[in-house]
């Protein structure tokens, strides 16, 4: 037996016993009767690899995404849905274009919440995409733990050229993925003329979904754009601050 291994489950079960509420270190430490320095060092790795999230020192921690994803447990999304509702629905309407909530899950970009526009000609996509195909995704890979990312890279390959152009190769991927980090900004035009943009939607410090528009190109003007992007970042922004209060 692994003694590690078996702390890290026990820290995981006591929190999960109560998985709203934050766990500071020193009630995590007490409750389990272990040394607060070993605590510590296991509660970092955890909240590294998204299985906890730290809320700051003095509010402790809590089940982070990756502890519902082994489950495929909705009350992350819920979460989400309930704090990011108002908030699409207000982007949807001043902009009139269709808006996304997105997540990973099973290696797939996949939408927690959708507000349609009320466009005549509308733009659908799948639940469950492609990671690469779609700016959501690809914000969501950028954003992503690096070793994280390696593994999730590693079970699905990396993009052909007619689905990322230039994203093909180790350096081209990581390059591509620098550029969207950089920007906080994710931008792409599918073969059937859809432009998708997606940014990052946080919480404290951790990207756990991203926020995004899809809309034909013949409405997408350069004007329109950047008119998109900044509603986008300033309702991303607002979810962000809403989902760092709790």
């Known amino acids: 037996m692994v003694l590690?291994?078996?702390?890290?489950?026990?820290?995981?079960?006591?929190?999960?016993?109560?998985?709203?509420?934050?766990?500071?270190?020193?009630?995590?430490?007490e409750s389990l009767q272990m040394n607060q320095a070993t605590c510590v060092n296991i509660l970092k790795t955890l909240v590294d690899k998204n299985y906890l999230e730290h809320l700051g020192r003095k509010k402790g921690y809590r089940l982070g995404p990756m502890a519902y994803n082994l489950t495929n447990n909705l009350s992350y999304s819920q979460d989400l849905i309930l704090v990011a509702k108002d908030i699409m629905e207000d982007l949807t309407q001043r902009l009139n274009e269709t808006s996304i909530l997105g997540i990973i899950r099973n290696q797939k970009r996949f939408i927690v919440h959708l507000v349609n526009s009320d466009q005549d000609l509308q733009v659908r996509s799948r639940t469950e995409r492609n990671i690469y195909e779609t700016a959501s995704g690809r914000v969501l890979l950028a954003f992503m733990p690096a070793k994280e990312?390696?593994?999730?890279?590693?079970?699905?390959?990396?993009?052909?050229?007619?689905?990322?152009?230039?994203?093909?190769?180790?350096?081209?991927?990581?390059?591509?993925?620098?550029?969207?980090?950089?920007?906080?900004?994710?931008?792409?035009?599918?073969?059937?003329?859809?432009?998708?943009?997606?940014?990052?939607?946080?919480?404290?410090?951790?990207?756990?979904?991203?926020?995004?528009?899809?809309?034909?190109?013949?409405?997408?003007?350069?004007?329109?754009?950047?008119?998109?992007?900044?509603?986008?970042?300033?309702?991303?922004?607002?979810?962000?601050?809403?989902?760092?209060?709790?």
Request: glycine share 6%; proline share 5%; net charge negative.
């Open 4 to 29: 590690v291994i078996v702390k890290a489950l026990d820290i995981l079960e006591l929190i999960a016993q109560e998985p709203t509420r934050s766990h500071s270190l020193t009630e995590i430490a």
């Open 149 to 246: 990312r390696e593994n999730l890279v590693h079970k699905i390959g990396y993009p052909g050229e007619d689905i990322w152009p230039g994203a093909g190769t180790p350096d081209g991927l990581s390059q591509e993925l620098d550029l969207i980090q950089a920007s906080e900004l994710s931008v792409t035009l599918s073969k059937t003329h859809i432009i998708g943009l997606a940014v990052p939607i946080r919480r404290h410090t951790v990207v756990i979904a991203s926020l995004s528009i899809f809309l034909p190109e013949i409405r997408c003007s350069e004007s329109r754009k950047q008119e998109i992007e900044i509603e986008l970042r300033a309702a991303a922004q607002l979810i962000s601050r809403r989902l760092s209060m709790g």
